[in-house]
């Protein structure tokens, strides 16, 4: 069964803290993305990786960076945490011959105190 | 740049009522339309797609018609279940990079 895993359910942390949300895919794609979802907003793509080493921001990549060091794994990188920050985190991959279709994980709900 | 409008929601309906959710788009070009599902704690899934115009998209008993002329791909269904209680997100593909554009979401609540 192909699959996006992120490696945290649910978090907490403190303002000011540095965090790391890890996703890996096993389905050899090439496309890789960081979306946030809030009430009332959908999904904002945060940044977005179409090879290894290659990153692309997103349309609110402020207060994030990522790392695509392998293929299958895909992080993001919160510096400083901030309390609007606060919300869930959606990793998702894509194949370059797929037209458009995202395969996403299950989501990381981080909540900054 | 492209952009996609989805009906606000909730939408309450009860079991064996038929579903509307509407979705309109603006794009350059020839996008890809698509609907994702998200049931309670769980991750986005495909739901259905259309990749050029007049196409229909189906699947589950959900199906949405790709109109060029209207910009919209509605998501429509029959006759609804308990078990399709979810959020409902449209979304298109540009040309070029496979970057998708959602809308906000269209939370669904079927009552028994």
């Known amino acids: 069964d192909v699959k996006v895993t992120q490696s945290s359910r649910y978090l907490v942390k403190r303002t000011g803290e540095k965090v790391f949300l890890e996703c890996v895919q096993d389905?050899?794609?090439?496309?890789m993305f960081w979306y946030r979802q809030d009430p009332g907003l959908g999904l904002r793509l945060i940044y977005f990786?179409?090879?290894?080493?290659?990153?692309e921001k997103g349309d609110i990549p402020e207060g994030y960076s990522v790392s695509r060091e392998k293929k299958e794994r895909f992080s993001l990188i919160l510096e400083s945490a901030s309390t609007n920050q606060t919300s869930m985190y959606l990793c998702?991959?894509?194949?370059?011959?797929?037209?458009?279709?995202?395969?996403f994980g299950e989501g990381s709900r981080l909540t900054v105190l | 740049g492209n952009s996609v409008t989805q009906m606000e929601g909730p939408v309450t309906l009860s079991e064996e009522a038929f579903l509307t959710i509407n979705c309109t788009y603006t794009?350059?070009?020839?996008?890809?339309l698509f609907w994702y599902v998200q049931y309670p704690g769980e991750g986005l899934q495909l739901l259905l797609k259309?990749?050029?115009?007049?196409d229909k998209g189906s699947n589950k008993g959900f199906e949405a018609t790709y109109r060029k002329e209207t910009t919209s791909f509605h998501l429509e269904k029959g006759s609804v279940q308990v078990s399709d209680s979810a959020v409902y997100f449209c979304?298109?593909?540009?040309?070029?990079?496979?970057?998708?554009?959602f809308g906000t979401g269209t939370r669904l609540l079927v009552s028994p």
């Open positions: 259309a990749t050029k115009a007049d």
């Open positions: 794009a350059t070009g020839y996008p890809s």
């Open positions: 990786s179409y090879d290894v080493k290659m990153k």
């Open positions: 979304a298109l593909s540009g040309t070029g990079f496979q970057k998708l554009v």
């Open positions: 998702a991959s894509s194949s370059h011959t797929a037209g458009g279709e995202l395969f």
């Open positions: 389905m050899d794609h090439e496309n």
